[in-house]
């Protein structure tokens, strides 16, 4: 396993890791995929912003899953506290590749100054709530009902660690 910043190359494997998540699951509410050309602009933006954008390789050239981060919300008063995002392929799950990620993304992103880091989770996301917890991070809210997909409301679960 090599955890390495991502490149345009590698675009084309996170939009098949990414597409089926955002398509099939309760992991995001988001329900429109992002394309290759999406991807790409967003390992440009994370790199301007100096967060990192991190993915996860099974062999050279096999992308397995990734990891960056963003500031939490817009505004100075917010620049020490992050959000991260993580997705893995179904068949990467336990393998320590989501752990070896997340250090990745937590120690840049501590390196770059960042006091907190935040994760939003969909109740739907029973795992992702755990895998969080197991990493240290305390359920801190839960947003009631803020998310929809499948025709379900949905709560957002915002679980935070001090880095």
């Known amino acids: 396993m090599t955890i390495r910043p991502a490149t345009p190359a590698d675009c084309p494997a996170l939009e098949a890791i990414w597409a089926p998540m955002i398509r099939d699951t309760l992991v995001t509410f988001n329900s429109v995929p992002r394309s290759v050309a999406d991807l790409e602009a967003m390992i440009a933006e994370k790199a301007a912003a100096g967060h990192g954008f991190f993915v996860a390789e099974t062999a050279p050239g096999r992308v397995a899953g990734f990891a960056t981060y963003g500031q939490f919300r ?8 992050m959000e991260h995002t993580i997705i893995l392929a179904p068949e990467a799950h336990g393998r320590g590749l989501g752990r070896a990620l997340m250090a990745a993304v937590e120690e840049h992103a501590r390196a770059g100054g960042a006091h907190s880091m935040f994760a939003g989770v969909s109740s739907g996301n029973a795992a992702g709530v755990a895998f969080h917890a197991a990493l240290g991070y ?3 809210a839960r947003l009631r009902e803020v998310g929809r997909k499948f025709d379900r409301w949905l ?4 679980m935070q660690k001090f880095l």
Not at 74 to 81: L, N
Not at 155 to 158: E, G, V
């Open 138 to 140: 305390a359920e801190v």
């Open 74 to 81: 817009g505004g100075i008063g917010y620049a020490h506290t």
């Open 155 to 158: 709560d957002l679960i915002l």
